[in-house]
C-alpha cells in the first residue's frame, strides 16, 4: 500500500553535509510518523531521527543529536534527513520508515513499512 524511496546517499568526506530524501507514495496518512533508520556492516539496524506527519515533533539519536536534522514537505510528501558534521562511524546503509498508527518511531518493531535504504558512506 505505502511505497517508500530513500535517494540522496552517497560518498562524502568527514566533516562534511548530505541531504537524504524519503518520497512516500500509495496510502499514508497525516496521523502517521515517520523515521530515519541505519544499519552498519555487522551492526543492527538502529533509530536514528523521527518525526510527526502531522506535527512538528521531533526525536533524534544521542549518536546524531547536533548534527542531524528531519524534516518533511507535506507539499511534496517527502521526509528528510540532513546531515552535518557527518563522521566515518555514520556510514550505514539508511532506511526511511512509516510508523504503525499511534507508535513511537523510535523502535524498529513499530514500523510498518520500510524503503529500500539509500547508502551513505562518509571516509576519513
Known amino acids: 500500500q505505502v511505497q517508500l524511496v530513500e535517494s540522496g546517499g552517497g560518498l562524502v568526506q568527514a566533516g562534511g553535509s548530505l541531504r537524504l530524501s524519503c518520497a512516500a507514495s500509495g496510502r499514508t496518512f497525516s496521523s502517521y510518523a515517520m523515521g530515519w533508520f541505519r544499519q552498519a556492516p555487522g551492526k543492527e539496524r538502529e533509530f536514528v531521527a523521527a518525526?510527526?506527519?502531522?506535527?512538528?515533533?521531533?526525536l533524534y539519536a544521542d549518536s546524531v543529536k547536533g548534527r542531524f536534522t528531519i524534516s518533511r514537505d507535506s507539499a511534496k510528501n517527502t521526509v528528510y534527513l540532513q546531515m552535518n558534521s557527518l563522521k566515518p562511524e555514520d556510514t550505514a546503509v539508511y532506511y526511511c520508515a512509516q510508523a504503525k498508527s499511534g507508535t513511537i518511531p523510535t523502535i524498529r518493531a513499530n514500523m510498518d513499512y520500510w524503503g529500500k535504504g539509500t547508502l551513505v558512506t562518509v571516509s576519513s
Open positions: 518525526i510527526s506527519w502531522g506535527g512538528g515533533n521531533t
